[in-house]
């Protein structure tokens, strides 16, 4: 593998250590100039750091990087300050978006910085400020939607299998397209979650086990288009964003329905690790996103049920005045039948 740059260098450092932890391809020379947000991207794409990422995550990068570079890739990264990173925030129309060119580029400057490149002594993006975005994100299902979906979808189409497996498993939209007989063990469904490497394993519940009834055994994956060609992760979500438009559902996507599953987890009482569990997340930290929502909402009844005299797990009357044992009955009825 080639090594770029004067021996000892920082840049020749960088193309070491992607050698040492197996780069798929040689390290090329740079046609960029250097210094400038071009040549640190093509420094930090040949880096351990970016080499250790899973597949759909550097490719996800890969395209955030290539925008940058397009922008902003001719100019020297030395010389961006604060106002410019803001700046080239606003080159993307919503608050997401703007904020992952300010995360990328704080990456980028943090980079150079530990490896002495470009001449970096702070990160300027440190100091933009963020754009306010939804702390939600993707929109949680409800237990209504999740039934209107069911109830539009019926058994036997793609759609509610689809659903269903993403429910009963936890799995990302690249993780489900994945999913086959392959992964079938008894009456139990694995697999392994590909950006986290961490294993899933779940019950086959009675609605899907329905479902799979159906599905030839024949067939390698579950889930396929065309005859028989397996999804992209993209065009499954664009798939069943449409399924989800026809269910009078527009609002709604793949990754909000594993969201929704695990907000009843938890909402039924599963704890951080049980939510974890089920999403195939490294850490609970996730989980406890899950739990404190759901435990705020126990939290809240309980301490109004202090201020309004009535028990958290009392249920409110809804009975008629004619049949409400609170009424007040005239003195002369009272002991009457």
């Known amino acids: 593998m080639y090594l770029p740059g004067p021996y000892g260098s920082a840049e020749f450092r960088t193309a070491y250590e992607a050698a040492v ?8 020379r740079s046609n960029s100039s250097y210094g400038t947000i071009a040549w640190l991207i093509e420094n930090y794409l040949r880096s351990p750091k970016h080499l250790n990422l899973s597949d759909i995550r ?36 919503g608050p997401t978006a ?19 490149l470009a001449d970096l002594k702070h990160n300027p993006a440190k100091y933009a400020d963020r754009r306010k975005e939804n702390p939600d994100g993707y929109h949680t299902w409800t237990e209504a939607e999740i039934a209107q979906f069911l109830a539009f979808h019926q058994p036997g189409t793609k759609p509610r299998l689809a659903a269903l497996l993403m429910m ?43 479902e799979l009834r159906q599905v030839p055994a024949d067939r390698m994956l579950f889930l396929t288009h ?6 992209k992760p993209e065009t499954f979500g664009n798939w069943f964003k449409d399924q989800c438009k026809a269910a009078g559902l527009p609002h709604c996507s793949a990754h909000g329905l594993r969201k929704g599953q ?4 938890a909402e039924e009482g599963g704890t951080e690790l049980e939510v974890m569990s089920f999403l195939a997340h490294a850490t609970p930290k996730e989980g406890a996103t899950y739990t404190k929502k759901a435990g705020r909402a126990k939290l ?12 958290a797990e009392q249920k409110l009357s809804n ?3 004619r049949l409400d044992n609170r009424t007040a009955q005239h003195h002369e009825k009272k002991g009457k039948s």
């Open 21 to 28: 932890a197996g780069a798929a391809e040689p390290v090329t």
């Open 58 to 93: 550097r490719k996800t990068i890969r395209r955030e990087l290539d925008w940058l570079r397009g922008e902003v890739g001719q100019y020297q990264a030395g010389r961006i300050e604060t106002r410019h990173v803001e700046a080239i925030m606003a080159r993307k129309a």
């Open 98 to 116: 703007a904020n992952t060119v300010k995360k990328n580029l704080s990456m980028l400057f943090n980079f150079a910085i530990k490896y002495s």
């Open 168 to 210: 009963n498993t936890g799995a990302a939209r690249q993780d489900v397209i994945r999913l086959g007989w392959q992964n079938i063990e008894g009456d139990r469904i694995r697999y392994r979650r590909h950006k986290t490497e961490i294993g899933g394993d779940y019950p086959i519940l009675p609605d899907l086990a329905d």
């Open 226 to 231: 065309g005859e028989g060609r397996p999804y």
């Open 262 to 265: 695990a907000t009843r987890i």
């Open 300 to 311: 809240a009844d309980r301490g109004l049920s202090r201020v309004s005299g009535v028990k």
């Open 319 to 321: 009975l008629s005045d």
